[in-house]
């Protein structure tokens, strides 16, 4: 199989590029360096010339507070380029796979969403990943819609290393404990990905690390893992008020994998140590 891989500059593209060429797959890594999503003709310019048998779009507009101010602009990268891969793939006849966000949903309540219950995206990121799958929808039969969360990875700015460093100055830190939801460790996501892509196994699926936590308790785990002392004070999301709304329910329900038989992901837990690893590991041998 030939896959292309957009976003690769970021967290879950890079793995995944690293993780298909180890099983031996052509894997091609794209970035905005190569095409802009925003540019439809140049989209399906290149698509045509490489010719993937599948795409895994990990590309996205992601800035969630600036894109209250930068509606068009979002919209344009996360609906609009979403849809011109799409377009490129049915033209082709490649299968898509769509990375979306636990933010489609209204972000209340206790229970685990599941991939059917009702969208209402609180915020204009969450709208423009809904309008991506859409779109998705839309346009293709062969395709997976993949809804993620509370993502980190080697490559790139995440939850782990900002309580990492701050820790290094502070020995306390409030932090958020009224949103729930699960850590993703984008290596282990990048294996589910993986063995997904290679069958015609197509639908909408929630994948996480198992396990549900607040972000307080994400930041308490880090500092136990990583050996360091900053004590963590939860405090609520009115403490720390945001331009775009966050939700307060991210809990995804992984039933869709079971029904499947696809592997669910390791514990949170366990990611967060592995990736503690990795992290002194790179450091180390710079």
């Given at each position: 199989?030939?896959?292309?891989?957009?976003g690769?500059?970021?967290?879950?593209?890079?793995?995944?590029?690293?993780?298909?060429?180890?099983?031996?797959?052509?894997?091609?890594?794209?970035?905005?360096?190569?095409?802009?999503?925003?540019?439809?003709?140049?989209?399906?310019?290149?698509?045509l010339?490489?010719h993937?048998?599948?795409?895994?779009?990990?590309?996205?507009?992601?800035?969630?507070?600036?894109?209250?101010?930068?509606?068009?602009?979002?919209?344009?990268?996360?609906?609009g380029?979403?849809?011109?891969?799409?377009?490129?793939?049915?033209?082709?006849g490649?299968?898509?796979?769509?990375?979306?966000?636990?933010?489609?949903?209204?972000?209340?309540?206790?229970?685990?969403?599941?991939?059917?219950?009702?969208?209402?995206p609180?915020?204009?990121?969450g709208?423009?990943?809904?309008?991506?799958?859409?779109?998705?929808?839309?346009?293709?039969?062969?395709?997976?819609?993949?809804?993620?969360?509370?993502?980190?990875?080697?490559?790139?700015?995440?939850?782990?290393?900002?309580?990492?460093?701050?820790?290094?100055?502070?020995?306390?830190?409030?932090?958020?404990?009224?949103?729930?939801?699960?850590?993703?460790?984008?290596?282990?996501?990048?294996?589910?990905?993986?063995?997904?892509?290679?069958?015609?196994?197509?639908?909408?699926?929630h994948?996480t690390?198992?396990?549900?936590?607040?972000?307080?308790?994400?930041?308490?785990?880090?500092?136990?893992?990583?050996?360091?002392?900053?004590?963590?004070?939860?405090?609520?999301?009115?403490?720390?008020?945001?331009?775009?709304?966050?939700?307060?329910?991210?809990?995804?329900?992984?039933?869709?994998?079971?029904?499947?038989?696809?592997?669910?992901l390791?514990?949170?837990?366990?990611?967060?140590?592995?990736?503690?690893?990795?992290?002194?590991?790179?450091?180390?041998?710079?």
């Amino acid at each position: 199989m030939k896959i292309l891989v957009t976003g690769v500059t970021g967290q879950l593209g890079h793995d995944c590029v690293k993780e298909l060429e180890d099983r031996g797959f052509e894997a091609c890594g794209v970035s905005s360096r190569d095409f802009s999503l925003t540019d439809q003709a140049a989209v399906r310019s290149f698509l045509l010339a490489y010719h993937p048998d599948a795409i895994i779009h990990c590309a996205a507009y992601t800035a969630v507070d600036r894109a209250e101010d930068e509606v068009e602009q979002c919209m344009a990268v996360n609906e609009g380029g979403t849809r011109a891969l799409a377009e490129a793939c049915r033209e082709i006849g490649a299968k898509m796979l769509y990375i979306s966000t636990d933010y489609v949903f209204p972000g209340n309540g206790t229970e685990p969403y599941e991939v059917d219950d009702e969208k209402d995206p609180q915020n204009v990121y969450g709208r423009s990943k809904l309008a991506g799958e859409q779109a998705v929808r839309e346009l293709l039969d062969a395709y997976f819609i993949v809804r993620i969360s509370w993502v980190f990875g080697l490559n790139g700015r995440n939850f782990v290393r900002t309580m990492l460093q701050l820790s290094e100055t502070h020995d306390m830190l409030t932090v958020v404990d009224d949103q729930i939801g699960s850590p993703t460790y984008t290596r282990d996501l990048a294996v589910l990905l993986a063995d997904m892509i290679q069958t015609n196994a197509y639908g909408v699926y929630h994948a996480t690390n198992e396990g549900f936590c607040s972000w307080a308790d994400f930041a308490r785990e880090i500092f136990r893992q990583a050996g360091r002392d900053t004590v963590v004070t939860p405090v609520p999301s009115s403490a720390y008020p945001t331009r775009a709304a966050r939700p307060k329910n991210s809990r995804l329900s992984k039933k869709s994998l079971d029904q499947m038989r696809f592997a669910r992901l390791p514990r949170w837990q366990d990611a967060v140590g592995r990736y503690l690893i990795e992290l002194g590991t790179m450091k180390n041998t710079k």
